[in-house]
């Protein structure tokens, strides 16, 4: 299995890169080593040549500024990333870019920044801040436990399925059950936490469709998730 | 009601409230509701004025060193010395030092703010003088964003009356000085060479080194090695020992430096302040060192990712057992994410010995990551401190600490050797 690549792209590095969404990628790329991978991870910052043969894309969260610095470049590779997705590639985009991968995002001031569509969603700001421990619930990965801290309200269109049911906290927004959004095996979602280390399910999800589509099928060794299980016991427990 | 039945009233509730144990706050609160002008009142009659100190990361030692510089140039100084650092928590420590009339025998107010609180205290008492430590990744499910934060601190540098003191190797918090028109800016800085010892939080996912303008700076940390430190002041080189730990409070020497400079003016002999630096040491809990069975333990409080990142940089973990400890209280922040911008390859080769907090696990899953070894795990503090020394009795120790892991450990640590109370 040596010398299997999977090359991870991350997605504006730069600037979406707060509330500690680097460990999404960390996660992906240790766990393919674990598993007996050869993971790569380039960096697709604004203006660099969109790379080739990529096997999964992830993006992070950022402030207002990171998100304006980057609405037109993420326009310019919006067709690419669409290809990607329509052809099943393993998709994770958290806050921030989650919800520039939906169709619009409306500031306070009534602005309108274009999003790629990816995701049937649209995203209005609100001066309510949804912020606290959200557990919510998904058929597939079971209880996803994270952190939400965002003030842009996400609504879901007929075409986008959620991630998961919220169980504790708020989700796409202030009414909403529903948190996240799918498209294919692309992921779109509020949580920190980070996501991925907290929701290993989630990781291998991302892990195995990438390495089946590449290879054809998924073997590796066994990782030992004995602190996540005990993490997240630890984390239902706590208040909002 | 009377401002001496306020006084009255609020030194009971201070007796009470000490008495229960704790509860640093409360006075404050009782006060300010009686009387919410009872600060403004109290600190209007002070000859030099209200200086005011904020920032991210390194208030409470920075207000410390810039109490104890005032001190032995003679001045009488009112602080919040308890970091207790809201509106009601300096009501609190005014509480301790007027007399029963209400007077207060100060020159001059230091205080450490929040930088939230800190919006609200200058738009009621405007400061003479205000210090712009930096603004870091802190706390961001209560604040939401950094550009937001950077604001908050414009409005304290925008409300003060004479002088604003800023860190010019933090580009947003230099930034500032363009929105200052009637207060005179002083800067303090770090030497080139030191800049690549300071991750910040916009060089942390890029390897772009940050290039600060040529801005000119009042005190400049030149050189730090051991615990030798060459400022420059005024193009003049002073070298001295510290008693200071981590790179990241001496740089706030310099701040306070400044500051001091700014505020005494001509008044002032650099000797003999440095003189006075060399004695100081880190305030509670920010590198702090209790002894216990003539072994040193360290306790570094760890906020935010810069924080944990600047004091895994400053201390070297050969010949020292670790721990660390992670609660996720109010007051530490309830958001784990950011143990995932911190990068803990340091601490591989030693490994570390401890692990504890509410969120232990969430630490242990971090390293794990990381391929750190971890020797024990165990929630509990009191437990866990026991458990550490006792793994390591011969060792000196090492306890990176959340806000209020830290202070449970103090109190765990008070009852088995000698630890200096906070007033």
Known sequence: MKNKKIRILHLYPNDMNIYGDHGNVMTLQRRLEWYGYEPEVISYNQGDPFPDNIDI?????????????????????????????????????????????????????????????????????????????????????????????????????????????VQLGAGNNAEAINEGARYKNAIGSYLHGSLLPKNPAIADFLIEKAIIKR????????IDDRFVGLARKAAIKRPR | MSKQLITILGKSVKKIAKLRGGGSALPGLVVEHLDPNFIKHTL????????????????????????ELLQSQGLKVFTNRTGSNFTRGIAAALLGDID???????????????????????????????????????????????????????????????????????????????????????????DDKLLATFPSDDNLHKKTPKVHATIKADVILSEFKNKSATFTINDKKITTNLKLTGIYNVFNAAAALTLVKAILKHNLDNSSLIKKLATITPAFGRGEVITLNNQPIELVLVKNPSGFRLGLKSFSPSNYATMIAINDNYADGRDMSWLWDVDFNSLKEQGVAQISGIRAYDMALRLQYDEVSIKHIEPNLKKALKQFISFAPDKPKRIYCTYTAMLALRRNLSKITNVETIK
């Open chain 2, 100 to 190: 029963i009339k209400g007077h207060l025998d100060a020159d001059i107010a230091v205080l450490e703010l929040d930088e939230a609180h800190a919006v609200h205290f200058v738009d009621k008492i405007p400061p003479r003088f205000s210090l712009i430590l930096n603004v870091m990744r802190d706390q961001l499910d209560r604040f939401g964003e950094i550009d937001y934060t950077t604001n908050l601190l414009r409005h304290i540098a925008n409300a003060t009356t004479e002088t604003v003191v800023l860190n010019r190797e933090d580009a947003r918090i230099a930034g500032i000085a363009k929105s200052l028109d009637n207060q005179k800016v002083c800067f303090f800085g770090l």
């Open chain 2, 44 to 67: 209007a009659s002070l000859p030099l004025g209200v200086v005011v100190i904020s920032g991210t990361n390194g208030k409470t030692t920075t207000t410390k060193m810039v109490v």
């Open chain 1, 57 to 165: 894309v992830v993006g992070g969260g950022g402030q207002d500024s990171g998100q304006n610095k980057i609405k037109t470049d993420l326009l310019l590779i919006g067709p690419q990333l669409q290809k990607l997705a329509d052809k099943e590639t393993p998709m994770l985009v958290i806050c921030g870019l989650y919800q520039l991968f939906g169709k619009f995002f409306k500031t306070a001031n009534g602005e309108i920044i274009k999003g790629i569509g990816l995701f049937d969603i649209e995203t209005y700001a609100k001066s309510e801040r949804l912020i606290g421990n959200i557990i919510i619930n998904s058929e597939q990965f079971g209880d996803i436990i994270g952190y939400e801290n965002h003030s842009g309200q996400t609504f879901l269109g007929h075409k986008a399925s959620a991630l998961g049911h």
């Open chain 1, 215 to 222: 290879y054809g099928e998924f073997s590796g060794n066994v």
